[in-house]
């Protein structure tokens, strides 16, 4: 592996114009193919195996273009604080609005609100139903606007008027600032840690280099393999936080060679053959997370983690080819000023063996951890312990306008709905009922409508809508309890564990579906896939971790680890998102249920970003350790030489993903929020404190492994034990300096 990588980054650099003309050549060609693709198919979000959405398949089976997947907006009209909306001139102005709501081309129809009594009983409130025939990701800016100029008429006419809706999602993702944001913060730290414009720079022009080759991909295929808009969102900023920490640790490697007195060329192929077999394995067991997360067996989730995992392998290909050819370009404008002036004149090759290690900040943080491991153990675990205790009350849901900032018009229109007319009547139940076992259809439809109004917690239920065939209806239970509220889960649960009996005695089947039941079943979903989904990916990781370091404890301490980090990340999520803490200072203007997918995405994520440290940090380790030194003196060579790129790219991963948190969507903003905690804790506490205190007590017993394991497992030298071993005349610029070696030192 390292020999290998060492030619791939010698010839990069040595051929470094055709490397660049090979990259830029690909990234117009796809750059084109994705301007002339057409645009994403949005086919929904979909979930196999769970009850609402079998119900919701079955609507769509039993009544053709009644459950399509047009955009609907819900125009609600408040009137003045002692007033009616029933009154002469509100009602004359809210009928104007109405017609001035079905007049756009993208228009299908108006619900009139007093034709459909959609009055609340005070008669303080109403709203008016508008649907498209598009939509919500075709809702054109015109559409919106007229709809906005329609409401100002009701406006003018002293009514208070807002509107929520699929139709008013301008399906706008994370982008603009969030990535301009991290971007900025990426290049101060680049630039603190390396003190060169040069070397700051080249990271970020890399990793902006595989975003847009990882993102136009994406637009390319979207069409073809039925991507979302949203798909993207995970690529992009995975993309761009491991594009920057793979080049980072390339160049602060080929700056080291550098620094030993190696050719421009010699010191790229180095560094690609030692830093990036560590880029390589960082990059698997990232790769093996997202990939993973088809485990889950939720399509859009499988689509998501698949993008992102391609983000990722353009993010390791970029680091092993683009990085070298670019340092080819300006070898000494990268390096530090002191070797930048001796670079011309200091040519002959010197071992790094030989080099001075002088002290840095990492190694005396990691003396003061090796002098005092059990301190520092204790106090790592039982902090981690003591952020997570919160995760214990975890609730999961799927957060909707009621999690929007009150400054929009969506959380406002929720609000006024659950004051005009209760709660529940934001998310009501969809009751979807086959009749056609039954000798009566009518009647069985009655009796199983009687039986849920009965039902404590559902305050109404509408009449049935039958389908052609008179074999299938559907109505609405209504909850007395909001959509996010516990006990709503427990009414459905409820409504389903009566339905044995209720289909007995008619003869009719029925399910529970609608965006309410929905979350629940998708919530119940992901958590019984979280422990079948964390076995599959850090079982692959530590075998992969097996392979690399060659050791057995050494993986499952990073698994370990691992999973403090996340936990603890899961708790700071409740302690903020659901419990209320210090939101304001992150701008959560509502508490509530945990996205479903959160746990999922922290637990992918997280795991490979961990395993990239734990690669970095302890590949130098192992490296010190396999060229003779004791196993302390290893831990303190590992903080030399890789602890100030660690942190650089832990505080990049955390401006990157913290940019996020000023995002408007409250998913996006806790993905922010929980992906930054994650890093800062596992970076920081687990691989900075708890790794090394971990290691000083297990000595030399830390890199065991039973011989009939050592046998079985492959060998692939990420330390770089067959370049150490190359003839001194490398540093000359030998073309191929593992020529004379014997194969196996090559593999």
Do not use: C
């Amino acid at each position: 592996m390292a020999t290998f990588l060492y030619r791939l980054g010698r010839l990069a650099a040595r051929r470094r114009g055709y490397v660049a003309l090979l990259w830029v050549a690909v990234l117009a060609a796809v750059g084109l193919g994705a301007l002339q693709a057409p645009g994403a198919s949005d086919e929904g979000f979909s979930t196999p195996g769970i009850e609402s959405q079998k119900a919701y398949d079955l609507m769509q089976e039993r009544f053709p273009g009644a459950a399509a997947d047009g955009a609907t907006a819900r125009v609600v009209f408040v009137a003045p604080h002692g007033k009616k909306v029933t009154a002469t001139a509100n009602k004359k102005a809210i009928e104007e609005t109405v017609r001035a709501l079905g007049e756009g081309t993208q228009v299908a129809g108006v619900a009139d609100p007093f034709t459909a009594k959609a009055v609340s009983k005070d008669g303080s409130t109403a709203y008016a139903t508008v649907t498209y025939k598009v939509k919500s990701s075709d809702i054109t800016d015109a559409t919106r606007t007229a709809l906005e100029d329609a409401a100002g008429q009701a406006r003018d006419a002293g009514l208070t008027v807002e509107a929520g809706g699929s139709a008013m999602d301008s399906g706008a993702g994370a982008g603009g600032a969030a990535e301009v944001i991290g971007i900025a913060v990426a290049a101060v730290v680049l630039l603190i840690t390396f003190g060169s414009l040069a070397a700051a720079g080249l990271p970020l022009l890399t990793a902006i280099l595989g975003v847009g080759l990882s993102m136009f991909t994406i637009t390319l295929l979207s069409h073809t393999l039925g991507l979302s808009t949203s798909t993207g969102t995970l690529a992009m900023m995975l993309g761009l936080a491991v594009g920057i920490d793979y080049a980072l640790f390339v160049v602060s490697r080929y700056r080291e060679e550098r620094a030993h007195g190696h050719a421009p060329e010699e010191a790229a192929g180095l560094a690609v053959g030692t830093a990036g077999s560590a880029v390589v394995f960082a990059g698997l067991t990232v790769i093996i997370a997202l990939a993973g997360l088809a485990v889950v067996g939720i399509p859009m989730l499988t689509k998501m983690g698949l993008t992102a995992a391609g983000a990722v392998v353009v993010a390791v290909v970029v680091a092993l080819t683009a990085v070298p050819a670019l340092l080819g370009f300006w070898p000494n404008a990268v390096l530090a000023g002191a070797v930048r002036k001796g670079a011309g004149r200091r040519r002959l090759f010197r071992s790094r063996k030989a080099a001075p290690a002088a002290d840095n900040r990492g190694t005396r943080w990691a003396r003061f951890v090796l002098r005092r491991p059990v301190p520092v153990l204790l106090l790592g675990v039982v902090g981690l312990g003591a952020l997570a205790v919160p995760m214990t009350q975890l609730q999961l849901g799927m957060p909707g306008d009621e999690a929007k900032s009150t400054s929009t018009t969506e959380r406002r229109a929720y609000d006024a709905l659950a004051e005009g007319f209760g709660p529940g009547f934001n998310g009501p139940l969809t009751i979807v009922v086959d009749a056609r076992g039954a000798g009566d259809a009518k009647d069985a439809v009655g009796t199983i409508g009687e039986k849920i109004a009965g039902t404590r917690g559902i305050v109404a239920v509408s009449r049935p809508h039958f389908n052609k065939a008179g074999d299938t209806a559907v109505f609405t239970a209504t909850p007395s309890t909001s959509p996010t509220d516990d006990r709503t889960k427990t009414l459905v649960k409820t409504i389903r564990g009566e339905r044995p009996a209720v289909e007995s005695a008619t003869g009719a089947i029925f399910e529970v579906t609608g965006s309410t039941a929905m979350n629940i079943d998708i919530a119940g979903k992901v958590q019984s896939a979280l422990v079948p989904y964390l076995v599959t990916v850090v079982g692959l990781a530590v075998v992969l971790l097996l392979v690399v370091f060659r050791s057995l404890l050494v993986p499952l301490k990073a698994a370990l680890g691992f999973l403090l980090s996340v936990l603890a990340a899961l708790g700071a999520v409740v302690l903020v998102f659901q419990q209320g803490h210090a939101a304001g200072l992150f701008g959560v203007d509502q508490t509530g249920p945990i996205m479903s997918l959160m746990p999922i995405f922290l637990v992918g994520i997280v795991f490979g970003l961990a395993m990239d440290y734990e690669v970095f940090l302890v590949s130098r380790m192992r490296e010190s350790y396999v060229h003779g030194e004791s196993a302390k003196e290893a831990v303190v060579s590992g903080f030399r030489h890789s602890a100030r790129v660690v942190v650089a790219a832990a505080l990049i991963m955390i401006a990157v993903f913290s940019g996020f948190i000023g995002e408007s969507d409250s998913m996006i903003k806790m993905i922010g929020f929980g992906l930054a905690t994650a890093v800062l804790l596992d970076a920081f506490v687990v691989r900075m404190a708890i790794v090394p205190a971990v290691l000083a007590l297990l000595g030399d017993r830390a890199w065991w492994l039973p011989k009939w394991l050592d046998r079985l497992l492959p060998r692939v030298d990420i330390e770089g034990e067959a370049l150490s071993r190359r003839p001194a005349a490398a540093a000359a610029g030998d073309p191929d300096p593992t020529a004379g070696e014997p194969v196996e030192a090559r593999v």
